[in-house]
């Protein structure tokens, strides 16, 4: 007698050929299922991957054809996300909250700057430092289990929570202490790699004491940037480790009805809305 079982598995998401033009439009934007909504959703993610780079290269103080070039491609890209947001706010059921929604806020936030960067008004010219919360972009894409080649479980997803929040805190804390320090006349801060190499042998609590920031703004952003760090990741930390130990003695199933997962490993039926959720059959006939 081989049992076999048979689980259950979410319904897939489809858009309906019934719908208007703007509700299609609003579908995509939203999907991580089907290969036109992967699509836009990856090429979005390589055009914020393209800008976090070009801004590491512009603190490197390039030759003029480098920055012209760097310039361009921030541009283009800054104008396609800008005809995005304002799709987004077209498509939206409710302008004001998805105006409000914090992955709106993030997105207004990563194109604000490019406005700042067409005045010579110096009061202004000081908001570009916000360029660097342009990784926070990312963040939309891991509100759920959902990704481009299907989905994880929710632990796995809970772990790359856990090395994205790192990642942010080192990039956005090494892009602020560099715009606090590289003009100061004792800077030690040069290029946004000297940032880097304080910002992770800080966070280590390694402290060689070869580069410190000079201003106080650069030691208030340490401050900041260690208090994260201590709040952020254990937190994150402690969520795994809470799910782990719920996770461990069920079994990871998903109600084809209601969606609940991780059922008791001698369930046969969902304990929330009573459907069949994995059947024992025999096969040796």
């Not at 990784?135 to 959902?146: A, N, P, Q, S, T």
């Not at 030691?219 to 709040?231: F, H």
Request: glycine share 6%.
């Amino acid at each position: 007698m081989n049992p076999t079982i048979q689980k259950g598995s979410p319904p897939e998401s489809k858009p309906d050929r019934g719908k208007s033009l703007k509700e299609k439009i609003n579908f995509y934007l939203n999907d991580l299922e089907t290969p036109l909504g992967k699509a836009i959703d990856f090429g979005i993610i390589a055009l914020i991957l393209i800008l976090c780079v070009t801004f590491v290269l512009s603190t490197l103080s390039p030759p003029q054809i480098a920055s012209d070039i760097i310039y361009t491609i921030e541009t283009v890209i800054i104008l396609i996300f800008i005809v995005e947001y304002i799709v987004r706010m077209w498509v939206a059921e409710s302008k004001v909250r998805h105006f409000f929604n914090i992955f709106t806020l993030i997105d207004l936030i990563s194109i604000l700057p490019f406005f700042f960067t067409l005045t010579n008004l110096q009061f202004l010219r000081i908001f570009r430092v916000i360029r660097v919360f342009r990784i926070l972009r990312f963040l939309r894409y891991l509100k759920d289990e959902y990704f481009f080649f299907g989905t994880i479980r929710e632990d796995n997803l809970i772990i790359v929570r856990i090395i994205f929040t790192l990642s942010a805190i080192i990039f956005v804390s090494s892009g602020l202490i560099y715009f606090e320090e590289h003009n100061h006349p004792d800077r030690k801060i040069n290029t946004f790699f000297d940032a880097l190499y304080f910002t992770v042998v800080t966070l280590t609590t390694v402290g060689f004491g070869d580069i410190v920031p000079v201003t106080d703004g650069g030691k208030v952003i340490t401050i900041l940037m260690i208090i994260s760090g201590v709040v952020f990741l254990p937190w994150q930390i402690g969520t795994l480790i809470r799910k782990f130990l719920y996770t461990m003695d069920k079994r990871d199933i998903i109600c084809p009805k209601c969606g609940l997962k991780y059922h008791d490993k001698d369930a046969v039926h969902c304990k929330a809305c009573g459907t069949m959720i994995y059947q024992v059959y025999d096969s040796s006939g």
